[in-house]
């Protein structure tokens, strides 16, 4: 197997923070940009899992540019420079602590608390006489609060502006970009055979008071996706759907007895799976892109993103 990035440990005398999470390493510069290194850890149910993913890191991160350079026309984000496939340089933001979830389709959480016979789900509706994976008459959003530990607690917006976690005017504004983007990558998805089922954004503001998108958009760690080809013909036939997304993932760790709570054992990440990974990852990215990838050299991933790194930042 390819060697993996685990951990990320960056050198250089403007960096003045470093924080780590789930699956991205966050240093802050005190000229006002972040560096942000992808690496190659991957979490399911709020939980690391125990080996890495080789490429993954890499294909997160130009996915998640990509797309960033994309969309930037509909809402302004965070993003300068992409140094290092592993790497993305922006600029500082502090995070609302609100992810807007926007949903498409009634599948996964949605279909679920649906399934329980809720038909409000973080105060949107969902209209009754609906099946699995059925599509929404429209794009609903369905916030959650961004813990900084733990798992993340549906939220309605009444609640959000109640605690204030936001203003009305900042709420308005991440609405506004979320259907926006959520339109503009359903449409980039349609163009590749793709169906965007939901997915989730971040915002944060910047120093001079904006809202910028910030972390990653549309990639497998944040977006469910659904094979348009046989769409219709699965849903008429109630079969399952065929999913480009991380949920298998989640279905894999289920079926071993697995969801995160205490005292689960994760099940053994053999090769054969982690590779079967890797290749789900690989063909989104070759999927949404159009374009073939190109794996990085593996042989010390920490030296070769430390040395791009100095070498954009002098």
Excluded at 42 to 63: E, N, T, W
Excluded at 74 to 89: G, L, R, Y
Excluded at 238 to 253: A, T
Aim: charged fraction near 25%.
């Amino acid at each position: 197997m390819p060697d993996t990035l685990l951990h990320s440990d960056l050198q250089h005398p403007l960096i003045t923070n470093v924080y780590r999470g789930k699956v991205r390493d966050v240093y802050t510069l005190s000229d006002g940009r972040i560096i942000l290194v992808a690496s190659d850890r991957i979490s399911a149910f709020d939980v690391v899992l125990p080996r890495g993913i080789p490429h993954k890191g890499q294909v997160l991160s130009q996915l998640s540019w990509h797309m960033l350079q994309a969309t930037a026309h509909v809402a302004p984000n965070w993003t300068i420079a992409q140094p290092d496939p592993n790497v993305v340089i922006g600029h500082a933001c502090s995070t609302v602590k609100v992810e807007m979830v926007v949903r498409g389709y009634l599948a996964g959480h949605a279909w679920r608390t649906y399934q329980s016979g809720e038909r409000v789900l973080c105060g949107a509706t969902m209209p009754d006489g609906m099946r699995e994976n059925d599509r929404f008459p429209e794009p609903i959003i369905t916030p959650s609060t961004k813990a900084d530990v733990g798992h993340d607690e549906d939220i309605s917006p009444a609640e959000i502006l109640e605690r204030g976690l936001c203003t009305y005017e900042e709420w308005a504004t991440m609405s506004r970009y979320a259907l926006a983007l959520f339109a503009e990558g359903t449409r980039i998805a349609a163009e590749r055979g793709l169906l965007l089922v939901d997915t989730k954004y971040e915002f944060g503001r910047s120093a001079d008071g904006r809202i910028l998108l910030i972390d990653e958009i549309h990639t497998p760690d944040s977006s469910r996706y659904f094979y348009a080809e046989g769409y219709a013909e699965r849903q008429a036939a109630g079969e399952r759907q065929k999913q480009l997304s991380k949920e298998f993932v989640r279905e894999w760790l289920i079926a071993g007895g697995f969801m995160g709570k205490e005292g689960q054992q994760v099940p053994t990440m053999d090769d054969a799976f982690v590779q079967s990974v890797t290749d789900r990852y690989v063909e989104l990215y070759e999927r949404i892109t159009g374009e073939a990838f190109v794996p990085a050299p593996t042989e010390d991933i920490a030296v070769r993103v430390q040395q791009a790194v100095n070498a954009y930042l002098g």
